[in-house]
């Protein structure tokens, strides 16, 4: 069975880190490139940020660029969003999709709809 499983959320406080875990099992995610995304209360799903499959190009949305950074270890089937500098309206569901086959992200991150897999979410709640 594939699954995607998300961890690493939590409460923090403004101005503070968190690193999210995206792991896989049932499958390698050698043959994906995988997509942050997340959605506030109320709010419409967005991308966060996606990487390769082999992990050499990634890109941002604007609101999170030079404060989150994505990464992944294929040897550990785990891909990474290193959060800092939160802010409040950082708060959401954080969400890690698959999507097999090769992408290119280098003028940005696939939709929502392109991708095969998601995981269940994890919350990130900024606040003092």
């Known amino acids: 069975q594939l699954q995607l499983v998300e961890s690493g959320g939590g409460l923090v406080q403004p101005g503070g880190s968190l690193r999210l875990s995206c792991a896989a099992s049932?499958?390698?995610?050698?043959?994906?490139?995988i997509g942050w995304f997340r959605q506030a209360p109320g709010k419409e799903r967005e991308g966060v940020s996606c990487?390769?499959?082999?992990?050499?190009?990634?890109n941002y949305a604007d609101s999170v660029k030079g404060r989150f950074t994505i990464s992944r270890d294929n040897a550990k089937n785990t891909v990474y969003l290193q959060m800092n500098s939160l802010k409040p309206e950082d708060t959401a569901v954080y969400y890690c999709?698959?999507?097999?086959?090769?992408?290119?992200?280098?003028?940005?991150?696939?939709?929502?709809?392109?991708?095969?897999?998601w995981g269940q979410g994890t919350q990130v709640t900024v606040s003092s």
């Open positions: 990487i390769t499959n082999s992990g050499v190009t990634t």
């Open positions: 999709a698959a999507r097999v086959g090769i992408t290119v992200v280098n003028y940005g991150c696939p939709h929502s709809s392109q991708y095969d897999y």
């Open positions: 049932g499958f390698s995610l050698e043959r994906f490139a």
